[in-house]
């Protein structure tokens, strides 16, 4: 089993900046792919941003020069620099990743962690 702790979020007046972090723990032999989230109220999850490989990462039009996303490869940690936030951008931002462990190929999603930006 793999555990993903988001944290970084809260509340931030438009203009500001965020950074998100995602800490996966658990039986993990590689990671294939990790990426970002979110989900608005009264709106369908979607994918923010995700960064496979050696592959350049790919973003959601919407955050593109906005926001970055990064790994630590050594710690497996995930990040999410948001930067010139706007209200549109208020949700729950979750962590996914799909990992090769005992079980083959399996995804894994974080509990979610709230962003709110202010106008």
């Known amino acids: 089993q793999v555990q993903l702790v988001e944290s970084g979020g809260g509340l931030v007046q438009a203009g500001g900046s965020l950074r998100l972090s995602c800490a996966p723990s658990?039986?993990?032999?590689?990671?294939?792919?990790m990426g970002w989230y979110r989900q608005a109220p009264g709106k369908q999850r979607e994918l923010v941003a995700q960064?496979?490989?050696?592959?350049?990462?790919n973003y959601v039009d919407s955050v593109k020069g906005r926001f970055t996303i990064s790994r630590d490869n050594a710690k497996n940690m995930l990040y999410l620099q948001m930067n010139s936030l706007k209200p549109e951008d208020t949700a729950v931002y979750y962590c996914r990743t799909i990992v090769r462990n005992y079980g083959g190929l399996n995804e894994y999603w974080g509990q979610g962690i709230q962003v709110t930006v202010s106008s």
């Open positions: 960064i496979t490989g050696g592959v350049s990462p």
């Open positions: 658990g039986s993990i032999f590689s990671i294939m792919t």
